[in-house]
């Protein structure tokens, strides 16, 4: 999907109606795919016998997922892929409070693989980011996170040093027709791309999204990026976010593209040397 994606936007060119659509129906194309996956999983796990799920979950559910341990599962398999590609990678400092008891470990119940894939995917782009940022420096800078747990609310907080963005492309950070790495060659004899199709950040915020949670970036442009994954700490708000399918979602596809109500910048900044030498 992903590669086709890619093949479309150089075939044909992108805007804005036909991008908007497309992220439009994607998002919800892959978040029936997260809950039908998730379902078949559950099933299998439960009832087929010759599965060998954890003793302590619930098919692939854990009532008491310790975070900081999948969090540490994700930082190590990146950290290997990152050190196939760059020969190095950033060490981490991972700190965890617990309002409701400081004393203990945080944990939540909460589908451990989803964790793992989300944290996973923004460990690579943390780690790309302050490689490339820091080629000229002797050492790299870590990667923080935060874990903290409240009455409401789990949330990590990933911190990093690799350079952030502009405050505009956040959006399109999200978008699966924009990557900020070289587009990725598929062959058979090649090991799997780091980074470069595009789709890690939008279906990492999908699986956030699934039972309620969100994703967020804050990037401080020239220092890094602080990512913010916020999750519900109570299983009983923790509710399936799934599409619905009826005449406004049709209706998606047939409205047309309105003149926006607020004056609107131009989408790059200006270059004065260029628009000089034009006029």
Same mark, same amino acid.
């Given at each position: 999907?992903?590669?086709?994606?890619?093949?479309?936007?150089?075939?044909?060119?992108?805007?804005?109606? @036909?991008?908007?659509?497309?992220?439009?129906?994607?998002?919800?194309?892959?978040?029936?795919?997260?809950?039908?996956?998730?379902?078949?999983?559950?099933?299998?796990?439960?009832?087929?016998?010759?599965?060998?799920?954890?003793?302590?979950?619930?098919?692939?559910?854990?009532?008491?997922?310790?975070?900081?341990?999948?969090?540490?599962?994700?930082?190590?398999?990146?950290?290997?892929?990152?050190?196939?590609?760059?020969?190095?990678?950033?060490?981490?400092?991972?700190?965890?409070?617990?309002?409701?008891?400081?004393?203990?470990?945080?944990?939540?119940?909460?589908?451990?693989?989803?964790?793992?894939?989300?944290?996973?995917?923004?460990? $690579?782009?943390?780690?790309?980011?302050?490689?490339?940022?820091?080629?000229?420096?002797?050492?790299?800078?870590?990667?923080?996170?935060?874990?903290?747990?409240?009455?409401?609310?789990?949330?990590?907080?990933?911190?990093?040093?690799?350079?952030?963005?502009?405050?505009?492309?956040?959006?399109?950070?999200?978008?699966?027709?924009?990557? @900020?790495?070289?587009?990725?060659?598929?062959?058979?004899?090649?090991?799997?791309?780091?980074?470069?199709?595009?789709?890690?950040?939008?279906?990492?915020?999908?699986?956030?999204?699934?039972?309620?949670?969100?994703?967020?970036?804050?990037?401080?442009?020239?220092?890094?990026?602080?990512?913010?994954?916020?999750?519900?700490?109570?299983?009983?708000?923790?509710?399936? $976010?799934?599409?619905?399918?009826?005449?406004?979602?049709?209706?998606?596809?047939?409205?047309?593209?309105?003149?926006?109500?607020?004056?609107?910048?131009? $989408?790059?900044?200006?270059?004065?040397?260029?628009?000089?030498?034009? $006029?």
């Amino acid at each position: 999907m992903a590669q086709g994606v890619i093949e479309y936007k150089e075939m044909f060119g992108q805007d804005p109606v @036909t991008s908007q659509n497309i992220q439009y129906f994607l998002d919800r194309f892959y978040m029936s795919r997260i809950s039908i996956r998730m379902l078949i999983n559950q099933h299998t796990l439960i009832f087929d016998p010759t599965s060998q799920p954890a003793p302590s979950t619930i098919g692939c559910i854990d009532p008491n997922c310790r975070v900081t341990e999948v969090i540490q599962d994700a930082y190590e398999c990146a950290r290997m892929l990152c050190e196939q590609y760059y020969l190095c990678s950033p060490e981490l400092e991972l700190k965890e409070l617990n309002v409701n008891a400081e004393s203990e470990p945080i944990h939540i119940s909460y589908v451990p693989s989803h964790l793992y894939h989300v944290l996973f995917e923004l460990f $690579k782009n943390a780690m790309r980011a302050t490689i490339e940022n820091h080629e000229s420096s002797s050492t790299l800078p870590p990667i923080a996170v935060m874990v903290a747990l409240g009455g409401e609310d789990l949330s990590i907080k990933m911190s990093d040093r690799g350079g952030g963005v502009p405050a505009r492309k956040i959006e399109q950070l999200f978008s699966y027709m924009y990557s @900020t790495a070289p587009r990725p060659e598929i062959t058979t004899h090649r090991r799997t791309p780091l980074a470069g199709f595009g789709y890690g950040l939008p279906l990492s915020r999908l699986y956030v999204r699934y039972f309620q949670g969100d994703l967020q970036l804050y990037p401080l442009e020239g220092f890094g990026t602080d990512t913010v994954i916020h999750l519900k700490a109570l299983s009983t708000d923790s509710v399936e $976010k799934l599409p619905v399918f009826n005449q406004t979602a049709l209706r998606h596809y047939t409205s047309s593209h309105e003149a926006d109500d607020w004056s609107v910048p131009r $989408k790059e900044p200006l270059d004065l040397a260029r628009d000089r030498v034009a $006029k």
